[in-house]
C-alpha cells in the first residue's frame, strides 16, 4: 500500500467562481461550436477557462445553448407546467421536454418562487381552461355554438 503524501497530489489550479464574464462566455461558446458538447471535464483546461467542467456544462446548458427562450413564462405554459407536475412531479427534465426552448432550471426555479404556491388541482386548472376557451368564442357569429370547449380533462393512469 502506497502512503499518500504531499508529494503525490499534483497542485490543483485555483478555479474562478461567481459571476461569468463575457469573455468566458465566447471562449466557452467558441469551444463548443467547434468541439461540441461533450467531455466536459477536460473542456476548461483545453477551452482556456479557469472553471470546473460542471460550471462550463451548466453554464452552456441554462444560458448559452442555441435555442434557449428566455423571458416570462406564459399562462398556457404555466397551466402546463402544473398540470404536469400534478402528474409526475417533480421530474423537471421530463416536464422542460415538453416546452421547447425552457431549462428544466428554469422550470423549477418558476414552480418554486411563482408556483407551488398556487398550485392548483386538475378541477380547478379544467375550468379555468374551459371559461378561458368559451371567453374567447364569438358570441355574436352564428355558429357559435357549434363550437364546443375540447376535451381537456386529464385523468391518472390507473
Known amino acids: 500500500m502506497v502512503k499518500k503524501t504531499e508529494s503525490n497530489f499534483l497542485p490543483k489550479k485555483k478555479v474562478i467562481r461567481g459571476a461569468w464574464t463575457a469573455e468566458e462566455d465566447r471562449k466557452l461558446a ?39 427562450k428566455r423571458g416570462n413564462i406564459s399562462e398556457d405554459e404555466e397551466d402546463l407546467i402544473i398540470r404536469l407536475h400534478n402528474l409526475i412531479g417533480n421530474r423537471w427534465s421530463l416536464i422542460a421536454g415538453r416546452l421547447p426552448g425552457r431549462t428544466d432550471n428554469e422550470i423549477k426555479n418558476h414552480w418554486n418562487t411563482h408556483l407551488s404556491k398556487k398550485s392548483l388541482t386538475m378541477n380547478e386548472l379544467n375550468l379555468k381552461l374551459n371559461h378561458k376557451v368559451e371567453t374567447n368564442v364569438d358570441c355574436s357569429s352564428p355558429s357559435s355554438s357549434a363550437i364546443s370547449a375540447p376535451d381537456m380533462n386529464w385523468a391518472y393512469p390507473d
Not at 477557462?49 to 446548458?61: E, P, Q
Request: charge should be positive; glycine fraction near 10%; hydrophobic fraction near 30%.
Open 30 to 68: 467558441e469551444y463548443v461550436k467547434i468541439h461540441g458538447d461533450k467531455k466536459w471535464r477536460s473542456l476548461p483546461a483545453n477551452a482556456g477557462l479557469n472553471r470546473c467542467g460542471k460550471s462550463c456544462r451548466l453554464r452552456w446548458m441554462n444560458y448559452l445553448r442555441p435555442g434557449i
